[in-house]
């Protein structure tokens, strides 16, 4: 073998070396996130995270699974088959409950992006027509359901003027609207955009009126996970937060990955995009009004008897997350 040939070779094993101990040449950690529904846009941040390469950056590899409801998913988290779950504020009450979960950070304000969806050519055409109507949502306890008693008791109607069908998720109610089963469902915004380009419903009303201080969705994370790696804890956040922030500021690259995730049409996608995007909290803090109005919700909906603690709720650990 000649000097040149020698020389080379060695140059090969010494890039070899470097790549070798290069900090992020291993493999990335698995983390797996889920969330409560495929088609509300609160929880596209981690399509675009993953897609934009950004939870790689903090050397993780998320893969998402999307569940049929808050219920569904906590289970999955008590069950160990996802680490990270973005859900229902009212949702940190099962943590007070003694479910091995704890909200980690707040992530979206307030309930802009839900709405009550009617029938296309319902009848009702305003909020003060729902009265003794029924209206399909997630079960009792979930978001959507106290929303609704929330839009009963603005009308002076106590919490049941408005009947609660708890169908579960988007398509179980879309499905009992369309056989006039019910009179309409609780659905994102986006959704009821979806519907009404199909002339299929229509959207009624917005939340954001009967909650203006509120933390609609908030990252939950296992407590064993917590309490042993918080380093992988900080880097999801860190990469979910810095996922926000881009979509802030690149409107174009986000309402790719939306259209791509949610199979949702060009106009529909840049209208919730305009609606919704300055509704996400860029830190991840709880604000204290609206933790107030939450720990209301739980006696509201009859899952707690008193208000409980913040620190039995979420924890501070985290905050504010600085990507």
């Known amino acids: 073998m000649t000097r040149i040939q020698l020389s080379l070779l060695s140059v090969v094993a010494l890039a070899g070396a470097l790549v070798a101990g290069a900090p992020n040449a291993h493999a990335l950690d698995k983390v797996h996130a889920g969330n409560p529904s495929d088609i509300a846009w609160a929880f596209v941040p981690l399509d675009v995270g993953v897609a934009e390469g950004i939870f790689a950056k903090y050397n993780l590899d998320v893969d998402v699974t999307s569940f049929g409801g808050d219920q569904k998913m906590q289970q999955g988290l008590a069950a160990g088959s996802i680490d990270f779950g973005l859900g229902g504020g009212p949702a940190m009450a099962f943590s007070v409950k003694g479910a091995p979960v704890i909200a980690v950070a707040a992530l979206f304000g307030p309930p802009k992006n839900i709405s009550i969806v009617v029938g296309y050519d319902s009848p009702i055409k305003s909020v003060s027509a729902l009265k003794g109507k029924l209206i399909s949502s997630s079960p009792v306890g979930s978001l959507t359901a106290w929303l609704l008693q929330r839009v009963s008791l603005d009308q002076g109607w106590g919490p049941d003027g408005i009947k609660i069908a708890a169908l579960g998720g988007y398509e179980p109610g879309v499905a009992a609207m369309r056989t006039h089963e019910v009179d309409g469902l609780m659905s994102s915004v986006e959704?009821?955009?979806?519907?009404?380009?199909?002339?299929?419903?229509?959207?009624?009303?917005?939340?954001?009126?009967?909650?203006?201080?509120?933390?609609?969705?908030?990252?939950?994370?296992?407590?064993?996970?917590?309490?042993?790696?918080?380093?992988?804890?900080?880097?999801?956040l860190k990469g979910l937060f810095a996922t926000v922030a881009f979509m802030k500021t690149h409107k174009p690259e986000t309402l790719k990955v939306t259209i791509s995730a949610m199979h949702e049409p060009p106009d529909v996608a840049e209208k919730t995009y305009d609606s919704e995007i300055g509704t996400f909290i860029p830190d991840g803090t709880f604000d204290p009004q609206a933790v107030e109005v939450l720990k209301q919700s739980f006696i509201d909906m009859g899952m707690l008897k008193a208000k409980p603690a913040s620190d039995q709720m979420f924890t501070t650990q985290f905050l504010p997350v600085k990507p």
């Open 191 to 236: 959704g009821g955009l979806m519907l009404e380009k199909k002339q299929v419903g229509r959207n009624l009303t917005d939340m954001q009126k009967f909650a203006p201080h509120f933390i609609t969705h908030v990252v939950f994370a296992r407590r064993d996970l917590v309490a042993k790696n918080p380093d992988l804890v900080t880097r999801f």
